[in-house]
């Protein structure tokens, strides 16, 4: 492989050629969507992160430019609890160059904006290539059939318009190669440190995965072509060089990131989701990726899928491997990493085995495909014929995987898998002549099927995930039914949803980054670990790693302590009074009647119908942002509902108090918080269960929990405390007996066979494919709320569950009969749990007008602070629930204090009494010193800079 670096005029009827193919693709990958009334906003993370952020940062951004000395915003009081901006902004838009496009159209046109610029990110894709394939070839057919297989694959169909700048990898990867060829061919090192800044500033994550397979590429260019230069230390100076340049230039990004990454939720998660191989179905299965272009299901992120022309192209590649040993060798390594999860995990930064890094596969796989166009006409009948066999074997594999797996995702690839072959043959033996155009032409219409069969909306594919035209401005304008318009918008003023009661139609509502109200619930990349901390020891049920918090289960306590004043659900006539203790209904919208689902079928009149509405629900016990509290939690309860009732008497000082101070302070009271039912666990069979060793032999087996006591005193919660559980399922063997045997007890009627043969096979055939049996599990309790172990194959997702916490609702004078449980896996269960009631009589509303009163007084919120004053009787402490960061400063009467962390993850200080002025500052940890080193190295850059022009001179 050798690269022609001589500088050339720019050839622009290539890239006009490239622009009308681009037209054609972009027809296909984007029309139908277009065509058939959706947009391009996936409904989760386009719907929730890109494209409302895309939207604050052109607002951040075109405030900044046009306000004379208006600061870049540090902190966001109303993006959840409170987020920083910087960490946010720094991952999905800062260093970003196709997010300031956005500036170019006004407010009212950020959703076309934001579909331009996937269009426009797509199109920079195929240029990129076609600039780096004129390095290789010069024959416009030989580029086009290889920017066709580098554009259109499975891994960037998805990519393109779910999380959109994963696109951005594929622009600098094929740059970065050209630029590391440059320097190992004694050119300048300046290119490849541009490109290296640019790297670094699009996403650190990305960059991450572009760094290591630049160093990948670097170690096979020099083990493979350039032996020569092993030890040549002017070459690594110039390596050296860029990556030192580009780290200090970049670092006022950087360091801040990497702060921002080591003090967030996915420190310490387990390494590769606690695999060492993957499951057999994936190893299976994995062939068939290499062709399945419009295949959305990727196993952990391994996703291939491109022109079927590549079974012919890697046989022509390994037939020559002296010739193409960088592009062997690559795809040889990239195959072994693939099969391994620790290596998912290593470029996954330690966590999930996500294999994202398989995006630098579609660069040797794209250049195959090139050298394939070019060597057609002179194919030696070895290769020819190594190709039909290969195909043949490949063939056999996809036609065992179809008639297995039932897909039919794999009819299209296959039929342009044997035209392939069959052209190659004739072309070969004289019956085609210009071979070269078609198998181009039959690459085309490969392409342009693949990309037309995965957004066709039909088939169950992922263009159904995409909003409807004009949805996302609906919702942006209606989110809560127009409840919320009298709502004040100050920062402060929290709202909640109700569980599972979304009010709009899409249900993965994660973030409200649109309406300006402060609803708790947050979906980063990176959220703050204090808060994730805080969230498991409350054993919150809903907790993930990049949504900490959701709706807190609907949990009393929990929602007071945050300051929710208002509640919004879509509710039913059935479900309306199924919200906290508190609240009540102060807002519905007009009822409707869906006469056809679930209505009563001896309903009368009207008044017997179920309707739904959206509801608004207010509290006035909702805790105030900041207030003063003088009772202290000296040993925080270790039941997990008991720590959620001890917010209200008192707060836990995890960090930065004295002994003398704590020695001033109040012991906080907790009798008569919670109190612990004992319950028996009662089989559907009528037998007593042991919780710490249930086995659950029956798909449909029911366990029920008797309280032994059902009356209580005062207005309760009553919710399940889970305080350990663990799950060893049975063998696959075990798994199929029990099914079949369960099916065999179904037949109740005379004269059934039950046909346990084919049973049998249907249980492992489904079982093997989902890689069952597993760790994973849900548990539901009275048929509504539900306890899930994730399957390691939710990468990012995946979490180890320990405990947690299942509220049941609120009770006024009993408790309920008793709750159901049931499994969707069969195993033994170890559990131990306790039925907590937490009591929200007289105690508990006292204690919670005593917090109000103790409120911050004259609160005034600014760009990154917030202050007040307040009197103090004697020493407490003023706490909060502001997420606690180490970028917090306070100042009490003007003087500097020590910033406390309370409650596990919320800022407060110390006060002794008397009359005071606080304020709270904050600013992203680390950005001042990364600052600094930026400074520095755009110092040592245009020292750089003058050094190589002088010597340029002489």
């Known amino acids: 492989m050798n690269f022609d670096l001589t500088k050339r005029p720019i050839n622009w009827r290539l890239y006009g050629q490239y622009t009308v193919l681009f037209i054609l693709v972009a027809s296909c990958l984007f029309g139908p969507m277009l065509l058939t009334g959706h947009t391009l906003i996936w409904n989760t993370d386009a719907y929730n992160q890109h494209l409302p952020l895309l939207a604050n940062f052109r607002q951040t951004v075109l405030n900044w430019l046009t306000k004379p000395g208006h600061p870049w915003p540090n902190w966001n009081f109303q993006w959840g609890l409170g987020t920083d901006t910087f960490q946010v902004y720094s991952y999905y838009t800062l260093g970003d160059v196709f997010a300031y496009l956005a500036l170019l159209f006004p407010a009212a046109k950020i959703t ?18 076609v600039w780096f394939a004129q390095h290789l070839v010069q024959r416009p057919l030989t580029i086009m059939a290889g920017t066709m297989t580098y554009l259109v694959n499975a891994y960037l169909i998805y990519a393109s318009v779910a ?8 622009i600098l990867f094929p740059v970065l190669v050209v630029q590391i060829e440059r320097i190992l061919q004694r050119g300048s090192s300046w290119p490849l440190t541009l490109t290296f800044i640019w790297m670094l500033l699009s996403n650190y994550y990305l960059a991450f995965i572009l760094g290591i397979g630049s160093g990948l590429y670097l170690l096979l260019r020099l083990g493979t072509h350039y032996r020569e230069r092993w030890f040549d230390w002017r070459m690594y100076g110039q390596f050296l060089f860029a990556s030192v340049t580009s780290l200090l230039v970049t670092a006022g990004m950087l360091i801040p990131e990497i702060w921002g990454i080591t003090h967030s939720t996915r420190i310490g998660a387990t390494f590769a989701n606690g695999l060492k191989v993957y499951p ?33 192209a890697l046989v022509n590649v390994y037939r020559q491997i002296r010739r193409w040993p960088v592009i062997s060798w690559s795809l040889l390594l990239g195959l072994v990493m693939m099969l391994i999860p620790a290596v998912g995990a290593l470029f996954n930064g330690g966590m999930s085995p996500s294999n994202r890094w398989t995006l630098l596969l579609y660069l040797p796989l794209a250049i195959s ?76 219409v490969n392409t342009l099927l693949n990309g037309l069969y995965a957004v066709l909306p039909y088939d169950g594919s992922y263009a159904k995930e995409m909003l409807n035209r004009g949805e996302y401005q609906s919702i942006v304008a209606n989110r809560y039914g127009g409840l919320d318009r009298s709502l004040t918008r100050q920062p402060g003023y929290r709202i909640n949803t109700l569980v599972d009661q979304y009010p709009t139609a899409q249900k993965k509502n994660y973030n409200d980054l649109t309406s300006g109200l402060a609803n708790i619930g947050s979906y980063f990349s990176l959220q703050n670990q204090y808060l994730g901390q805080f969230s498991t020891e409350l054993g919150n049920r809903q907790y993930e790693t990049n949504v900490p918090l959701q709706q807190v289960d609907n949990r009393t306590v929990w929602d007071h302590f945050l300051g929710v004043k208002d509640l919004f659900g879509q509710t039913t006539t059935k479900n309306q009074f199924d919200v906290p203790a508190g609240y009540e209904i102060k807002q ?8 056809d689902h679930g209505q009563a079928a001896d309903a009368t009149s009207k008044a017997d119908l179920v309707t739904t509405q959206t509801t608004r629900y207010q509290t006035k016990q909702a805790f105030p942002l900041l207030y003063w509290q003088d009772r202290l939690i000296q040993h925080s309860p270790s039941n997990m509902s008991a720590k ?45 269960l042991n919780p710490a060793d249930w086995q659950v032999t029956d798909p449909e087996a029911t366990a029920y929990l008797r309280p032994t006591k059902r009356k209580v005193a005062h207005p309760s919660e009553v919710q399940l405390a889970i305080e350990q559980i663990k799950f060893k399922p049975f063998s696959r063997r075990e798994t199929i007996k029990f099914l079949v045997k369960h099916d065999q007890e179904q037949e109740l009627r005379p004269g059934t066979a039950v ?88 105690k508990y509303q006292a204690e919670v007008a005593t917090i109000q009163r103790h409120a911050l007084q004259q609160v005034r919120f600014g760009q990154d602070y917030v202050q007040g004053a307040i009197t103090t009787p004697r020493a407490g402490i003023l706490t909060s629930s502001i997420p606690y960061s180490t970028g917090w400063k306070v100042f009490v009467d003007g003087h500097q204090q020590r910033t406390l962390r309370t409650n596990t993850a919320f800022v407060g200080v110390y006060l002794p009494a008397g009359q005071h002025q606080v304020k709270f500052t904050y600013q992203t940890p680390w950005l001042q010193l990364g600052r600094q080193v930026s400074w520095l190295g755009l110092i040592w850059f245009g020292l750089a800079v003058i050094v190589t022009m002088v010597k340029k001179r002489r």
């Not at 002179?378 to 897909?407: E, P, R």
């Not at 960090?655 to 302070?665: H, K, N, P, V």
Request: with cysteine; proline share 4%; aromatic share 12%.
């Open 280 to 312: 057999a179905y994936y190893y299976v299965l994995l062939p068939k990726q290499l062709i399945n272009g419009d295949d959305w299901h990727f196993m952990y992120w391994s996703a291939l899928g491109v022109t079927s022309v590549i079974v012919a």
């Open 644 to 688: 959620e009732r001890a917010l209200a008497s008192g707060v836990v000082v995890n960090a930065g108090l004295t002994d003398r101070q704590r020695r001033q302070l109040l012991t906080a009271d907790l009798t008569g918080n919670v109190k612990s039912v004992p319950v028996k666990w009662i089989s559907n069979r009528l037998t007593k």
């Open 369 to 444: 495909v090139m050298m394939l166009v070019e060597d057609l006409p002179t194919l030696d009948h070895q290769t020819v014929k190594w190709i039909v066999i290969i195909t043949a074997m490949y063939l056999v594999v996809l036609i065992g995987t179809f008639i297995f797996q039932n897909d039919d995702q794999l009819f299209l690839p296959l039929i342009a898998l044997l035209l392939t072959a069959g052209m190659i043959v004739a072309s070969t033996t004289g019956f085609l002549s210009h071979a070269r155009g078609w198998l181009v032409g039959l690459i085309l």
């Open 755 to 842: 046909n346990t043969k084919f049973q049998h096979y249907v249980h492992w055939r489904k079982l093997f494919l989902h890689g069952q049996p597993d760790q994973s599990y849900t548990l539901t309790f009275n048929k509504q709320f539900e306890l899930q172990q994730p399957p390691q194959t939710r990468t990012s997702f995946y979490k180890v569950v320990k405990h947690a916490v299942i509220n049941l609702g609120v009770v006024q004078h009993k408790l309920p009969k008793q709750i159901s449980v049931t499994s969707n896996q069969l195993g033994t269960y170890q559990i131990r749990a306790k039925l907590i009631v937490i009591d929200l009589g007289p």
């Open 163 to 170: 999380q959109p700048f994963f696109t951005t990898p594929f």
């Open 112 to 129: 076309l904006a934001y579909q331009v610029i996937v269009i426009v990110r797509m199109y920079c894709v195929g240029l990129a290539f």
């Open 588 to 595: 519905t919208t007009a009822p409707k009647v869906d006469f």
